[in-house]
């Protein structure tokens, strides 16, 4: 039985989460060629260097927040459901979340659009960071809200499925799947209060001319404090994915059940308290607490390189299953010629060279020499743009037949896919932190002055251009067969074929009986949670509103 | 909890990184000297620059080898940098001072360690010392509205003996 045939509605949620999610990753992706050709100025022709803004207004709107948290809550209404063993409680509900989140984006993404049709009135060139005291149109923030919102409500929707069936199962273990989603949502409540205070009591009051002014440096904060989070809200979904698909993919099992709880329960506990990693550059914000933020933000490698050992170790398990021998000959017997598989082991690979590249952004006085350039957008086009985004896609093509019922079609699309992102992304990507080396800033539509030259420290800066170009032209061509393939087999399949993928998870090596019960103590791990922060933000925070919450302000300047 | 031996060895390994990688932030800001910008620079109102240092911004000479920028960052030009070049002798210590008349601006100096956020209300502080005499390009990387990527200005260190006052 397929996962469609035991859920059918659940399978819809999914379906329809993840359809909203690769239209955004098309739409977002096609903006992004477009910027890579733009800003190297290989190619102008597609919009004007003003307009430039609102496509890459456009470009980290749809990809960062619409595809990554459409895709979470698709993988994540399948997890929960499959784990548990039981549909969401009520369809009615979860129409509920899913419909408030498509409003909020689609009012969100359309007014960025207007930006590049004169006649429409509104406009959001703000970026997806949207700094004060430049202002969108407030249609862009209530739209943010509702989006918002819905993901809170989808939590909610998760919680409930899992407190019904705590009550038909007292004192067993939480399924590792919905301890994962629970422990995600609770760190995503936590962090995300941060945009939802900046954005209804200051900018949307702002914006509609409520309250005269803002404090730009208050409200950033406030950002800041969910806009570190927020990228572990990409990652989270990734590292389920990783933690509880792949080994299955590679042929074998997970390696330890208790050693992914620790890790989800470490992100919880350190993803918020290191905002200020952020605004190391930042004026206004004593050297103290952007030290304290830097020291958490080094321990949060912690739970990452954790992940690096379970999820090697897990497929090098798979590979001795299959047959594989000797001290790496092993890796040869893994199955790179599955779309699922590869896809996410290039992503998991890829993300460790974002890992080092993020360490030199956590560095503090190191950041110095790369904060705003090229090198940020570098490091996280291989994070969120390969290790979610890959692996999001490569769950795809394991997920799209279980919730249509539709064999894989064009398989041999599917099957060259992820080499040809992974080409696309290392072009792209190495090219981008060498510029961002030499300071070539990020954000802009034309990185050439006549009064700055830019210093190459390995390469020079034309062939910088041309690989960043390139790249990213390979990049939207491996979106354009992903899209074929998942759209394909969505809607090219009878709906009756044999399936050659299932939704059952191998037990674990390790499982949770190995693990202490302390560790599904939700409660007490929020509640630490919520002590770093207020240790982390709490001071920082009373300095910036004891001037006045408003002061310094800034009157709105609209784009 | 069981805990594998490699895991065990690998989670060691990883901690002392992590305690290096701390080490050697530590290393920077003790050692090397090297401090972050902060909230030395105070907070001014940006509606009116005009009755502030930054009404007549520009180099100041304050000690024999000390001087003070006062940078304005607005839509889309540094003042001074943009229409003419921030002028300072070689052999200083120059200390910035930069905030912005309206939104956020980034204040870098390419092939420098300046690289500062320049946000309305706040007044980024930062002192570098200038040994040699060359010419730098200014960017503005932060993105400030439709005319960002005109955004750039130029600072100009010149030989000791042939200064003769700044922008």
């Known amino acids: ?79 929960v459901t499959r784990s548990l063993d039981r549909p969401l409680p009520s369809p009615r509900f979860t129409m509920g979340w899913f419909v408030l989140m498509l409003v909020g984006a689609a009012m969100a993404a359309v007014t960025i659009i207007g930006g590049l049709v004169p006649s429409m009135p509104f406009k959001a060139d703000v970026l997806y960071t949207f700094y004060a005291p430049m202002q969108a149109h407030p249609a862009f923030y209530i739209g943010l809200v509702l989006f918002i919102v819905g993901t809170w409500l989808a939590g909610v929707d998760w919680f409930r499925a899992y407190w019904q069936w705590r009550g ?71 590292y389920f994915i990783w933690y509880t698909i792949l080994p299955k993919l590679s042929g074998g099992r997970l390696f330890s059940d208790p050693l992914a709880r620790v890790v989800f329960v470490l992100f919880l506990l350190l993803s918020t308290p290191v905002g200020f990693h952020h605004q190391y550059v930042d004026p206004g914000i004593p050297e103290g607490f952007k030290f304290i933020a830097m020291t958490n933000t080094m321990f949060l490698l912690l739970p990452s390189f954790l992940t690096a050992f379970t999820v090697v170790a897990s497929m090098e398990h798979g590979a ?121 800033p990020r954000r802009t539509a034309e990185p050439q002055y006549d009064t700055v030259s830019f210093q190459g420290v390995v390469g020079g800066i034309s062939e910088m251009r041309l690989q960043i170009a390139i790249g990213g032209t390979i990049l939207f061509l491996g979106l354009v067969l992903f899209l074929i393939v998942i759209f394909g087999t969505w809607l090219g399949g009878s709906g009756n074929d044999s399936l050659r993928v299932n939704s059952s998870i191998p037990a674990p090596l390790s499982g949770p009986e190995h693990s202490p019960k302390i560790l599904d103590n939700l409660k007490l791990w929020t509640a630490i949670a919520v002590v770093l922060i207020a240790l982390a933000y709490g001071l920082p925070l009373w300095a910036l509103v004891s001037d006045g919450l408003l002061a310094p302000g800034s009157p709105p300047i609209p784009v | 909890m069981e805990i594998h031996r490699y895991e065990k060895i690998w989670t060691a ?14 290393y920077g800001t003790v050692g090397a000297g090297v401090k972050m910008v902060d909230d030395s620079g105070g907070t001014v109102d940006a509606g009116s620059l005009g009755d502030t240092e930054f009404g007549d911004p520009g180099v100041t000479q304050v000690g024999e080898n000390q001087y003070e920028v006062h940078v304005v960052a607005r839509q889309f030009l540094f003042q001074p940098g943009t229409t003419s070049p921030i002028r300072v002798p070689a052999n200083s210590e120059v200390t910035f001072y930069v905030t912005s008349a309206d939104v956020v601006h980034g204040f870098e100096v390419a092939g420098t360690n300046i690289n500062v956020m320049v946000i309305p209300g706040q007044v980024a502080e930062i002192t570098v010392r200038f040994d040699d005499p060359g010419q730098y390009g200014i960017v503005c990387h932060e993105y400030c509205g439709a005319g960002h990527h005109t955004m750039a200005g130029q600072l100009v260190v010149v030989p000791e003996d042939e200064y003769e006052g700044g922008s």
């Open chain 1, 1 to 79: 039985m397929a996962y469609v045939d035991d859920f059918p509605t659940d399978a819809r949620i999914v379906r329809w989460n993840m359809a909203v999610a690769f239209l955004a990753l098309g739409i977002g992706g096609l903006f992004g060629m477009i910027q890579a050709l733009h800003r190297t100025g290989i190619f102008r022709g597609f919009v004007s260097s003003a307009d430039y803004y609102t496509v890459l207004t456009g470009h980290g709107v749809l990809l960062a927040l619409v595809f990554t948290i459409f895709a979470l809550c698709g993988v994540f209404t399948w997890g």
């Open chain 1, 168 to 238: 038909d199962n007292p004192g067993e273990r939480i399924p590792l799947q919905t301890f994962m989603v629970l422990v995600t949502m609770l760190m995503w409540y936590i962090s995300s209060a941060g945009v939802a205070v900046e954005v209804l009591f200051f900018l949307l009051p702002w914006s509609l001319g409520l309250i005269e002014s803002v404090d730009p440096l208050l409200t950033r904060t406030l950002f800041w404090y969910f806009g570190h989070p927020v990228v572990y809200f990409w990652l989270m979904p990734a």
């Open chain 1, 320 to 440: 001795r299953q299959r047959g594989g021998e000797g001290r790496l000959n092993w890796l040869r017997k893994l199955p790179w010629d599955e779309p699922a598989f590869a896809g996410c082991a290039l992503a998991g690979l890829m993300f460790a060279a974002g890992g080092f590249s993020g360490m030199i952004n956590a560095g503090m006085n190191i950041n110095y020499l790369i904060h705003n350039t090229l090198w940020v957008p570098g490091h996280f086009h291989l994070t969120v743009g390969t290790a979610s985004a890959l692996t999001f896609m490569a769950a795809g093509y394991w997920l799209f037949p279980q919730i249509t019922g539709n064999r894989l079609r064009f398989r041999s699309l599917a099957t060259i896919q992820p080499y040809v992102w992974f080409i696309g992304m290392t072009l792209m990507s190495n090219a981008m932190h060498r510029a961002g080396l030499a300071g070539v």
């Open chain 2, 13 to 26: 390994v990883a901690l002392l990184l992590i305690v290096g990688f701390i080490a050697t932030v530590t």
